[in-house]
């Protein structure tokens, strides 16, 4: 009897009684809470934007799971012969294991200077390259990541905002497919604030010119280069008596000039100073033709224009320049916003993709019941990759018809804690769920247009915001032991 007693207390310490799998069990159960918080925590914030309100980071930290493992037995022994003895003494014996958890955590607020830095700071042209080489619908990408763009010939940004005061004056009837961009189907339009209004009859809010930008670049066309920056001419071009400007030739600062000497033109024989070139451009190809053209770059300085290497889209080249001298700029750069069929990208913050997506939820409600004589069943509208494309132009696409940017599901009551919900203002949001593809058809779900884009608008937001956290912006706790 007592080794059975001893064999019992002693069962939870050997490999036998391995508590991994209660471990693991643990482990995956704390990293799905986790993982449940950090998109709660986005999805709230989501709807802070929509209405306006202030937004605020956290982080959930750390998370400790503690196990404790008892175990008891007990037996009761008779006194007095066996003979008299009621029961057996095998069945006098009992054995009992408890196993309980007492998990704790951290939360640690983000709004710290370097956090909202960074985040307020626009987004990288490298990074709107990666969601381009990913193969995410190039018209998500400019909806979420770009904040405006400015055609070539015009003075004007259109401006990516759903909340947008201003409105789009066209001096005739654009039709659906018309765009401001480009020698093709381009319509003469100009901006102005609603409160002015525009002295034609044809226009349109400035937020769906936008979008007709977008919804007329070739479908599948567009795919970025990364390519070496020009160097960029410093002055004019000068001549130069190397016996009195020696001195100063050998003072310029290799790293940030370069001294080029012009082999033809009128200037031949001339010294030019060229701005060293520092990393690489990000350069929009459109494969429309035999050849692919040059029609944007991604870049972040505020919509000035760019100059990029005439043959950047061109696979034979490789992205160079052309056969000039080294140092020298190509005969005949393309410049980003000037010449003709390009368009200049001006690139936002995570915090402007976030209050961008706040203010589509907005926009939504107002298309599904502000107008009654347009849509009295308030069927819900939704913005969607193909808006301008659908009714002949006409931007109210429903959203049940694929190809939404962001939308959610209105529900009642409680959330359910084991799907990705919130409570806000009274109102119950949750994300649809994932499509299933075998039910829907694996040739919709290959295809942008009939499938919902939330779940993607949602993983690209993620992985923006956790572009900017840092190990010293999330504070843990350590874990103290005393050990007698």
């Known amino acids: 009897m007592r080794r059975l007693m001893m064999f019992a207390l002693l069962c939870p310490l050997l490999s036998a009684c391995s508590l991994s799998p209660v471990i693991n069990h643990q482990a995956l159960d704390y990293f799905q809470a986790n993982d449940l918080a950090a998109n709660q ?30 175990a008891s037995a007990s037996t009761t022994l008779p006194y007095g012969p066996v003979s008299h ?13 408890t196993i309980s958890s007492a998990p704790s955590f951290d939360i640690s607020s983000l709004d710290t200077k370097d956090f909202t830095d960074g985040v307020m700071t626009p987004i990288s042209p490298q990074t709107a390259e990666f969601f381009l080489d990913e193969g995410i619908d190039y018209r998500m990408v400019l909806m979420l990541l770009v904040s405006g763009i400015r055609p070539a010939g015009s003075n ?67 795919y970025p280069v990364s390519v070496p ?14 016996g009195k400007n020696l001195k100063t030739i050998t003072g310029i600062d290799p790293t940030k000039y370069t001294l080029t000497q ?72 393309i410049t980003i916003g000037k010449d003709s069929g390009t368009f200049v990208l001006k690139l936002r913050s995570t915090l402007e993709v976030i209050q961008y997506v706040g203010q589509v939820l907005a926009l939504q409600d107002r298309l599904t019941y502000d107008d009654p004589s347009y849509n009295p069943d308030h069927i819900e509208q939704c913005i969607t990759l193909q808006t301008q494309r659908r009714e002949g132009g006409d931007a109210k696409p429903t959203c049940t018809g694929g190809g939404e940017l962001f939308h959610l599901q209105n529900t009642s009551g409680e959330v359910d804690l084991s799907s990705v ?19 829907v058809g694996f040739s919709d779900c290959s295809d942008p247009e009939k499938y919902d884009h939330t779940l993607e608008t949602m993983s690209i937001i993620a992985l923006l915001l956790n572009q900017n956290k840092s190990a010293k912006d999330i504070n843990t706790t350590p874990a103290v032991q005393a050990v007698p």
């Open 156 to 222: 004007e940004m259109l401006l990516n905002a759903p909340e947008s005061s201003r409105e789009v004056c066209y001096k005739e009837q654009p039709a659906y497919n018309a765009t401001p961009v480009g020698d093709v189907k381009t319509t003469s339009f100009s901006v102005t604030s609603v409160s002015n209004g525009c002295a034609k009859q044809y226009r349109e809010p400035e937020y769906f010119t936008f979008l007709r930008v977008i919804d007329n670049i070739p479908q599948g066309a567009l």
């Open 41 to 70: 925590i986005i999805l709230l914030n989501i709807l802070r934007a929509k209405e306006g309100a202030p937004l605020h980071f956290s982080e959930l930290s750390q998370i400790r799971g503690q196990l404790t493992v008892a």
């Open 421 to 439: 919900g919130i409570n806000s203002a009274g109102q119950t949001w949750s994300l649809p769920p994932p499509v299933d593809c075998a039910a």
């Open 262 to 333: 012009i082999k033809s033109g009128p200037d031949k024989g001339k010294f030019q100073l060229m701005r060293a070139s520092k990393g690489s451009s990000i350069v929009l190809c459109e494969a429309t033709a035999s050849v692919p053209v040059v029609v944007s770059a991604l870049e972040n300085n505020d919509g000035a224009e760019v100059q990029v290497p005439a043959n950047a889209c061109d696979p034979n080249q490789g992205g160079d320049a052309d056969d000039s001298e080294a140092g020298t700029p190509p005969a005949k750069p």
């Open 85 to 97: 003895a009621t029961q057996l003494v095998r069945k006098l014996g009992t054995f009992g294991v």
């Open 229 to 242: 920056q020009l160097p960029r001419p410093v002055g004019a071009p000068f001549s130069l008596d190397m």
